[in-house]
């Protein structure tokens, strides 16, 4: 498609026309890797809290010669590029998208529901692909956004194309049908995901209708009835329902299989489904529909579940060996996964060498040569140094990634017996691997053996979490997110790299040290340190930390240590919280010497709330909000450029928005944790803690458990000893049957005292068994309930979780 073209289609004001060549890549995003700069269109999105229009003359620097815009821009400062005004920059993208729908002649399959559109997409492909010429949406690309980039992938070759859609809000399931048209379409469930942003239940049916109002077979579950009521084209059904195209006889499930007895156009079909759980016996019937509805023989379909196995889904970060961290992304391999894996190695900061094993991709629908093309056109744009190649295809045209650092084998077992000889070290590897390549085993070889206690953290819900505390900002509001206490036990690096990713505003730390870490490891956005020492000011200053200065001595301290030299502080005024902070009696001393030093640039004034998240101190609350702007206006004559003002915390940024200033601080809430408990339900867990089963044992009557023989068996009893401990943050509070964890489906209580390494927990009445995994805190325990049992805030429950515990972080 010409530049002209997507002109004509938008119907923008064409400003200039300097750069003719097609465009292959639609682009939104500057953060990403750009595979093809002079075949890129870049669309300048402006929203409340971002605008893309101010990373234009970067992507030019980086090559791009074509943008869609909604400000006008001065042509003269990307010359020989061409440049389209447009109203709206989405709204241009989906129609760009939906016109080169329009050129496809395969069959196009769309997904909605309220669970379960990722899973059915993904099995689909993976039965499908085999027989025939398949793409589909990446991940869960099904937003606004991320459904005409997954259309802008459809090439003529492919007979058959599977996309996911999902709304949050009424209007804009209709957007989401004009570009994909679907032929088929498949409605999974309702449930309650999104359920706040509609009027009721049956109008978040409808909206999600929208997107099969011209299909030809709707695809869905009889029995849901509140789908069923809104149907109004045809539809092929499954379910129990007596009126059911695919009835479900008798459903039987035994020894990790669910038999299904079916008739369908009068034949009896018997599936024998790999999973018990309803969820996947769920999305196995819409997989089973669909492929029966596509003329797939019922030899094949039964051959192809018997296969299937549960979808990891998520990409992994793990501490590998020698200095290494693995990103695991093993479940599938195709070209647009791993455009989105390099995608985040390439974001992340740590200063270690970026490595890629990748395996054969498996059918693509592309010929080899071409696939070999686009597959080492990806690894340049995103800066991988050093190249492993595992399979045939790759081995075969390894020439085609000089001068990357290469090595190639033809097989995951050939990898394996030379990897000793590679030795990776203090390296960032990428693992992307095909299922048939067994990339699970070289996982294995490379990841830090430790002990079976994992604190996994999801990126995906922390980012969840920092756009819904953004969308809560006024526009010009900046944000600081703290991570001290090592990201309140997530992982501060790990955590900073994806807040700097997100482009926060600032960061939040403790102690020195805590910034210098973060610095040493590629973290460039600016950093407040709360609690400075002296003896920590030269450090700061070598590594652009900007201390908080809370006292006429500390501020004298540091004017001593700088010595004439520029720095930039922040202060800390105490307006009833009590704990650091300058009063009103000091703020003619705090002038003069801000007036007498004007190398010191005053960054931002703030204050601490004491009970942002109480009610009952609104009083007081407010009283400090009015002390805060009555020492700001006093002291901004004598700070320079205006200072950034800031005030509320998590809780405050929910309770009390009219007292945002020009910057807030996120705390906690970024980590799934509402203080008010007002907006709960909008956060996401983003921390589970879990322990294996080391040992079970059979305890008689009489007998005692534990240091102390605190823990007395009244019964016979099966105990089963965790390994968890004090020493990882397992609080001996939660001893003798105060703390309870969960395991095969059951809360369990704590038995005996809670030791070091180890806690015994009575499973009696459960079929537990070694090596069984067991939750501490996460989706069965809530971390506040976990924090109740212990007597303390979830505060100190995450900062607890002892560094020694390995931490795994994935993201949808």
Known sequence: MTFQEIAGITSGELIRTGHSEPVKYLLFDSRRPVIDPSASLFFAITGKHHDGHIYIQDLYQRGVRMFVVEKDIDPERVPESSILKVSDAVE??????????????????????????????????????????????????????????????????????????????????????????????????????????????????????????QVKTLIYCRDHEEVHQEVSVPGLTWGFHPESD?????????????????????????????FTDQASVENIMHVIACLLHLGIPEKLIQEGISRLRPLCMRLEMKQGQNDCYLIDDTYNNDLAGLRNALDF??????????????????????????????????????????????????????????????????????????????????????????????????????????????????????????????????PNVKLMVMVKAFAYGAGSLEVANLLQYHRVDYLGVAYADEGVFLRRNGIQIPVMVMNPTPESFESMIEYDLEPEIYSIRIFKELINSLRGRPAGIHLKIDTGMHRLGFEMQHANELKQLLEEHPEIQVKSIFSHLAASESKEHEDFTRQQAQRFNLICRELEPFTGDAPLRHLLNSSGIIRYPEYQFDMVRLGIGLYGIEGNEIAQERLRSVSTLRTIISQVKEINPGESVGYGRSGKAENPIRIATIAIGYADGFSRILSNGKGMVFISGKLVPVIGNVCMDMTMIDITGTEAKEGDLVEIFGPEIPLQDLAEMSGTIPYEILTNVSQRVKRVFFTD
Request: net charge positive; with cysteine; aromatic share 8%.
């Open 345 to 474: 190695l390439a974001n992340v900061s740590h200063k270690k060498k970026r490595s890629l094993i990748l395996s054969d991709i498996l059918q693509s629908g592309l010929g080899e040569s071409e696939l070999i093309r686009q597959i080492s056109k990806l690894i340049r744009a995103s800066g991988i140094e050093a190249f492993t190649g595992i399979g045939p295809v790759l081995n075969k045209y390894r020439d085609a990634f000089e001068p990357i650092e290469s090595n190639f084998y033809v097989s995951t077992e050939e990898f394996l017996e030379d990897e000793p000889q590679r030795k990776f070290r203090n390296e960032m590897i990428l693992i992307k691997g095909a299922r048939p390549f067994r990339f699970e085993k070289i996982i294995g070889r490379l990841e830090e053996k430790v002990h079976g206690t994992v604190l996994e953290v999801d990126l995906s819900a922390l980012t969840h979490n920092l756009n819904f505390y953004r969308s809560r900002l006024d």
């Open 92 to 213: 241009s993208l989906q129609a760009i998208a939906a016109a080169h729908r329009k050129n496809y002649r395969g069959e196009l399959i769309a997904i909605t529901g309220s669970n379960g559109k990722t899973i059915v997409k993904e099995w689909l492909y993976q039965l499908l692909a085999p027989f025939r010429s398949v793409i589909k949406s990446p991940s869960s690309y099904n937003s606004q956004l991320g459904v005409p980039l997954s259309v802008w992938q459809l090439q003529s070759e492919h007979e058959l194309a599977i996309f996911e859609a999902g709304i949050s809000q009424p209007g804009e399931m209709s957007r989401l049908q004009k570009i994909l048209e679907p032929d088929t379409g498949i409605f999974t469930n309702i449930g309650s995901a999104h359920d706040e942003g509609f009027e009721d239940r049956s109008s978040k049916v409808r909206e999600k209708m929208m997107l099969f109002r």
């Open 246 to 274: 695919l009835k479900i006889i008798q459903s039987k499930s035994t020894e990790g299989l669910t038999r299904m007895e079916c008739e369908f156009r009068s034949q009896s079909f018997n599936w024998k489904i790999p």
